[in-house]
């Protein structure tokens, strides 16, 4: 690998969800993060599967930068231990400054704000702002149907074949980290 620092962005829930084995697999991407000498950036909260992998992380050395709007430091309690911490304005700005400071973006399962950032980035890329890989961790399949909806789009013919193409849906950890080596070395 480079010595060029690469940073890996995760956007996850800040909730749990209802499996263990999303807040498993969280600390998983943490720990996986740490071991390739990576960066995480992420939304710098300290609940639900955004505490998980970064607690995890940081466990194990690796550097962070969180991106936390005013409005959500309380609630989503915003970690102040981290190597970095941006508080933005508002949740826009924190999606760019997230976006701005990565190589690379991993999904976790999570509600209607990763599903938000996921659609921005994926968007950004069909209209060809970025070539960031987009990776979807699908957990137990927590991500079939979105999948299942995005094959609808495409064949209802309201985005291209090739929407499929910008993204990349791994079943487990390890094939992520596999997968982000090969994009980020």
Not at 23 to 44: H, K, M
Request: glycine content about 10%; proline content about 3%.
């Amino acid at each position: 690998m480079s010595d060029v620092l690469r940073s890996v962005c995760v956007f996850c829930g800040s909730r749990s969800g209802g499996s263990p084995a999303y807040a498993q697999a969280a600390r998983g991407v943490g720990q996986a993060i740490a071991r390739n000498g990576w960066r995480l950036v992420y939304g710098a909260g300290d609940v639900g599967l955004m505490g998980e992998v970064a607690r995890a992380a940081m466990a194990d050395g690796a550097r962070t930068l969180g991106v936390i709007p005013t409005h959500l430091m309380g609630r989503e309690q915003g970690k102040r231990d981290l190597t970095n911490l941006v508080i933005t304005e508002d949740m826009h700005e924190r999606k760019k400054v997230m976006f701005m400071n990565s190589d690379a973006i991993v999904v976790l399962p999570g509600g209607a704000g990763s599903l938000d950032e996921f659609f921005e980035v994926l968007t950004w890329r069909q209209i060809g702002l970025h070539k960031k890989p987009i990776y979807l961790l699908d957990t137990d399949g927590y991500w079939q149907p979105l999948i299942a909806l995005m094959d609808h789009v495409i064949a209802q013919g309201f985005a291209e074949d090739t929407m499929r193409s910008y993204f990349i849906t791994v079943a487990d950890v390890s094939t992520l980290e596999a997968s982000l080596r090969a994009t980020l070395s």
